[in-house]
């Protein structure tokens, strides 16, 4: 019976189709009175599991989320819908909280956004105490978290919620969260007897593309204008001046795009977060602090010009792209240079010895992951405790297969070459020693003599860099402690050297380039065929004006997956136009026929021609 009023609400109300995944399931669990523990990635469809039981089950929907800056966003989205959706916080006034507490107490609000401080000051508590509630959502769980990676104590006394309303059934959402985080969430939050739904933590409409840096931004800029012209994306740098430099060099090239870093002042870096959620082709270019909690649907693209320190950090920060389920790509240009400043950074830092080998572990499998040549989905499901997916066929090595040759002999040649030499040259005066060049400093040091000089003349610089890169990258070589970059042997170049090792090695590749699908996909990544590129263009430059009347982000009015549909669909009727997925009633009232005559326009031109 409930489960026939969640269907009637998904398609009324939201205009879709169908649950995904577990939504029903855990939907149902908790319209029937029960708790829910809720794993599920970015862009999985969380929010739908605690507003839809918000707005079947009698009562306010209290959703506690730590995000006080995007509570608007949210609130506009669901107001969209015709719901009654409010805030309360502390960029309010006390007449607008007043109001609402009024609003409240004749169960007038369907769905209440309150961040964690503030659900737990008395007069909330007691406002609550007086109202019937549907539903309380935590939301982001893994606060909760010491032992996550984003710890907020006021999460922990959250746990007064189950003595203070025990007939209210609480749920607790998060994306990110290990088996370790889980049991704590579940702890911490008295969730002992919630139900668990955890999903797979793949995200398969994001495209892994993964490759060496030849040309730097120019790299970058060629990506960018092949695949996300008009596209939102994220450009992640590891430096401050990086990030000017990238943005001020992308605005030249005639992008919007904005710079994000700590040393900016708060109220410029609010501002450039709000323009890039509510206009849909600004790129952002940010050290990694930019990106918590953007929920941001329609990212296209994040591009890193450097690598992460971690897979946990590259899959957070890679899956801020296509929470809508449009395909997305996650580039990612890296180098020697890179892999030796990472190495650098980790030795030089002051943590302790157990936290440094903890870090330098986590370095090394993400340089595993940039080198290989298997699939990389596989590889971080893998990693993250899902074994045996098959190769996804969406990532850069399953789409073009890496050529791989022996480069046993190279690296014993570059082995040597380091070892001869004493151990205390760069990679730079080592190539030049294999090139069997004589400059000054080489003769000074003899080291035209040593029977590695010119042994390497047959390979070319970059490919000797490649050589080095990937055995750093792997462990083979380690870079110098004081930063001048000499590098070592380390204890696996033995086996390697005497011969007992065979190395597989990636050959250089020129640079990412994802390839054109053969389909003849259209540029952008949403599957826009190049003849609907007109019309595409067309609905959203409408949606673009009717959300900058309103005042709302533009995905706010409809999704890139909503417009998408439109253009499979071409409605020519409000009957038609209501079975496109994300047209509810309110919204198909509300847009309907705007949207209809720009989808006419097109029917009309292609009749002409
Ligand atoms: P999360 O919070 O898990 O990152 P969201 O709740 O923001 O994900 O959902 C991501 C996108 O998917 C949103 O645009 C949402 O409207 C859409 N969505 C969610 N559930 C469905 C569904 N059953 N059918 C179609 N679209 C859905
Ligand atoms: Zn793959």
Same mark, same amino acid.
């Given at each position: 019976?409930?489960?026939?009023?969640?269907?009637?609400?998904?398609?009324?109300?939201?205009?879709?189709?169908?649950?995904?995944?577990?939504?029903?399931?855990?939907?149902?669990?908790?319209?029937?009175?029960n708790?829910?523990?809720?794993l599920?990635?970015?862009?999985?469809?969380?929010?739908?599991?605690?507003q839809?039981?918000?707005?079947?089950?009698?009562?306010?929907?209290?959703?506690?989320?730590?995000l006080?800056?995007?509570?608007?966003?949210?609130?506009d989205?669901?107001?969209a819908?015709?719901?009654?959706?409010?805030?309360?916080?502390?960029?309010?006034?006390?007449?607008?909280i007043?109001?609402?507490?009024?609003d409240?107490?004749?169960?007038?609000?369907?769905?209440? $956004?309150?961040?964690?401080?503030?659900?737990?000051?008395?007069?909330?508590?007691?406002?609550?105490d007086?109202?019937?509630?549907?539903?309380?959502?935590?939301?982001?769980?893994?606060?909760?978290?010491?032992?996550?990676?984003?710890?907020?104590?006021? $999460?922990?006394?959250?746990?007064?919620?189950?003595?203070r309303?025990?007939?209210?059934?609480?749920?607790?959402?998060?994306?990110t969260a290990?088996?370790?985080?889980?049991?704590?969430?579940?702890?911490n939050?008295d969730?002992?007897?919630?139900?668990?739904?955890?999903?797979?933590?793949d995200r398969?409409?994001?495209? $892994?593309?993964?490759?060496?840096?030849?040309?730097?931004?120019?790299?970058?800029?060629?990506?960018?204008?092949?695949?996300?012209?008009?596209?939102?994306?994220? =450009?992640?740098?590891?430096?401050r001046?990086?990030?000017?430099?990238?943005?001020?060099?992308?605005?030249?090239?005639g992008?919007v795009?904005?710079p994000?870093?700590?040393?900016?002042?708060?109220?410029?870096?609010?501002?450039?977060?709000?323009?890039?959620?509510?206009e849909d082709?600004?790129?952002?270019?940010?050290?990694?602090a930019?990106?918590?909690?953007? /929920?941001?649907?329609?990212?296209?693209?994040?591009?890193h010009?450097n690598?992460?320190?971690?897979?946990?950090?590259?899959?957070?920060?890679?899956?801020?792209?296509?929470?809508?389920?449009?395909?997305?790509?996650a580039?990612?240009? $890296?180098?020697?240079?890179?892999?030796?400043?990472?190495?650098?950074?980790?030795q030089?830092s002051?943590?302790? /010895?157990?936290?440094?080998?903890? &870090?330098?572990?986590?370095?090394?499998?993400?340089l595993?992951?940039?080198?290989?040549?298997?699939?990389?989905?596989?590889?971080?499901?893998?990693?993250?405790?899902e074994?045996?997916?098959?190769?996804?066929?969406?990532? /850069?090595?399953?789409?073009?297969?890496?050529e791989?040759y022996?480069?046993?002999?190279?690296?014993q040649?570059?082995?040597?070459? =380091?070892?001869?030499?004493?151990?205390?040259?760069?990679?730079?005066?080592?190539i030049?020693?294999?090139?069997?060049?004589?400059?000054?400093?080489?003769?000074?040091?003899g #080291?035209?003599?040593l029977s590695? #000089?010119?042994?390497?003349a047959?390979?070319?610089?970059?490919?000797?860099?490649?050589?080095?890169?990937?055995?750093?990258a792997?462990?083979?070589?380690? =870079?110098?402690?004081?930063?001048?970059?000499?590098?070592?042997?380390?204890?696996?170049?033995?086996?390697?050297?005497?011969?007992?090792?065979?190395?597989q090695?990636?050959?250089?590749?020129?640079?990412?380039?994802?390839?054109?699908?053969?389909?003849?996909?259209?540029?952008?990544?949403?599957?826009?065929?190049?003849?609907?590129?007109p019309?595409?263009?067309?609905?959203?430059?409408?949606?673009?004006?009717?959300a900058? &009347?309103?005042g709302?982000?533009a995905?706010?009015?409809?999704?890139d997956?909503?417009?998408?549909?439109?253009?499979?669909?071409?409605?020519?009727?409000?009957?038609?136009?209501?079975?496109?997925?994300?047209?509810?009633?309110?919204?198909?009232?509300?847009?309907?026929?705007?949207?209809?005559a720009?989808?006419?326009?097109?029917?009309?031109e292609?009749?002409?021609?």
């Amino acid at each position: 019976m409930t489960h026939t009023d969640a269907v009637d609400v998904l398609n009324t109300i939201y205009g879709y189709d169908a649950f995904r995944g577990q939504q029903a399931d855990i939907i149902d669990t908790v319209i029937k009175g029960n708790d829910a523990l809720v794993l599920m990635p970015t862009g999985g469809g969380k929010s739908l599991c605690y507003q839809i039981p918000s707005l079947v089950r009698p009562g306010v929907g209290v959703v506690v989320s730590p995000l006080i800056a995007l509570m608007q966003d949210q609130v506009d989205a669901l107001r969209a819908l015709n719901l009654n959706a409010q805030f309360i916080n502390s960029t309010l006034d006390i007449d607008s909280i007043r109001a609402i507490e009024a609003d409240l107490r004749q169960g007038l609000v369907d769905i209440l $956004y309150v961040a964690p401080e503030r659900l737990l000051m008395p007069a909330t508590l007691a406002l609550l105490d007086a109202l019937d509630i549907a539903v309380f959502a935590i939301d982001e769980a893994h606060c909760v978290s010491a032992w996550g990676h984003d710890f907020r104590p006021e $999460y922990m006394g959250l746990s007064v919620l189950s003595d203070r309303y025990p007939d209210v059934p609480r749920m607790a959402l998060t994306a990110t969260a290990d088996r370790r985080t889980r049991e704590e969430i579940a702890k911490n939050l008295d969730l002992v007897s919630a139900q668990h739904f955890v999903s797979s933590f793949d995200r398969p409409n994001i495209r $892994y593309l993964v490759g060496e840096s030849q040309g730097g931004r120019e790299d970058l800029w060629r990506f960018i204008k092949a695949f996300h012209p008009e596209d939102s994306g994220i =450009v992640y740098c590891l430096s401050r001046k990086k990030v000017e430099d990238t943005a001020a060099w992308l605005e030249k090239k005639g992008r919007v795009a904005l710079p994000y870093h700590a040393r900016m002042s708060a109220q410029e870096r609010e501002h450039n977060q709000n323009r890039f959620l509510r206009e849909d082709n600004i790129i952002v270019v940010a050290t990694i602090a930019f990106g918590m909690g953007i /929920d941001k649907p329609d990212v296209r693209f994040v591009a890193h010009l450097n690598l992460p320190k971690s897979v946990e950090a590259y899959y957070q920060e890679t899956g801020r792209a296509g929470r809508d389920g449009e395909p997305a790509n996650a580039w990612m240009s $890296y180098g020697l240079q890179d892999v030796i400043t990472l190495r650098q950074m980790m030795q030089q830092s002051a943590a302790d /010895d157990q936290h440094k080998r903890v &870090e330098s572990h986590k370095l090394d499998a993400m340089l595993s992951l940039a080198e290989m040549t298997g699939c990389r989905r596989q590889w971080i499901l893998d990693y993250f405790d899902e074994p045996g997916s098959a190769p996804c066929g969406n990532c /850069d090595n399953c789409l073009t297969p890496p050529e791989t040759y022996d480069a046993t002999e190279a690296a014993q040649k570059a082995m040597s070459c =380091v070892y001869r030499t004493g151990q205390r040259f760069g990679v730079n005066y080592l190539i030049d020693v294999l090139h069997g060049k004589s400059s000054d400093r080489i003769v000074q040091f003899g #080291h035209d003599q040593l029977s590695t #000089h010119g042994i390497g003349a047959d390979i070319s610089a970059a490919d000797w860099r490649s050589v080095f890169r990937q055995l750093i990258a792997l462990n083979f070589l380690s =870079v110098d402690l004081e930063g001048h970059g000499s590098v070592k042997l380390t204890e696996n170049a033995r086996p390697v050297l005497r011969g007992e090792t065979q190395l597989q090695f990636r050959r250089q590749l020129a640079t990412v380039k994802p390839k054109r699908e053969r389909s003849g996909r259209a540029r952008t990544p949403v599957s826009i065929a190049a003849g609907d590129q007109p019309l595409w263009n067309a609905l959203r430059a409408l949606r673009k004006d009717l959300a900058d &009347e309103a005042g709302v982000p533009a995905y706010v009015v409809f999704t890139d997956a909503t417009l998408a549909d439109m253009v499979q669909k071409r409605p020519s009727s409000l009957e038609e136009m209501s079975m496109v997925s994300g047209v509810g009633d309110h919204k198909l009232e509300r847009y309907g026929l705007e949207f209809m005559a720009v989808v006419n326009e097109f029917e009309a031109e292609i009749d002409d021609a």
